[in-house]
Structure formats: C-alpha cells, structure tokens
C-alpha cells in the first residue's frame, strides 16, 4: 500500500511525469514501481519510512539482487519522487 497515493499521482502530473509519453503511463508506473517496493521490503510506503534521500537509498541497498539493476534504478526514481511530494507537502 501507498499511502497518500492519490496525492502522489497528482504530484507527479503537475511536475510533469509522462507529459512526454505517447500512452499516458508513466504516473501509473511510479505507483506501480512503489507497490513493488512495498510488496519487496513487507511494508507500506509511508512518509515515515521514505523522507530523505538515505531512506531511497537504504531501501535500495536492502532490495539489490532481488530485481534487475535497471528496474531498482525505476524504484529509486518513483522513490525520490514520493520523497519530492512528502517535502513539497510537509507530510
């Protein structure tokens, strides 16, 4: 679970994920690449447990090996963008 999702995607339309995108899919992949992690690390994505950079990247630490480099690299940049909002909002 993610929480604040429906914030999340909101967030990241308006600094423009997927504007570029022939098929308007990108947002949905961030939230995708988010459950993921969630489903990888047995907990939700909460503001608590991602605030900072150190938290992006000891969830990516505690994942390596478990997924293709490339993907992680996908959750790092859904990760930092859920980081962004949580700044953005005071969360």
Known sequence: M???ADRFLDFIAR???G???VVASSPASYISY????A???????TPAKLRTE???CNIARSIS?????RTIRNYCSA???????VEANGL
């Not at 988010?34 to 992690?37: E, G």
């Not at 489903?39 to 994505?45: R, V, Y």
């Open 2 to 4: 993610i929480q604040h």
């Open 15 to 17: 600094r423009g994920v």
């Open 19 to 21: 504007s570029n995108d």
């Open 34 to 37: 988010l459950n993921s992690v």
């Open 39 to 45: 489903k990888l690390i047995d907990s939700d994505i």
């Open 54 to 56: 150190i938290d992006v």
């Open 65 to 69: 090996g478990k997924r293709k480099e």
């Open 79 to 85: 990760m930092r963008q859920y980081v962004a909002m």
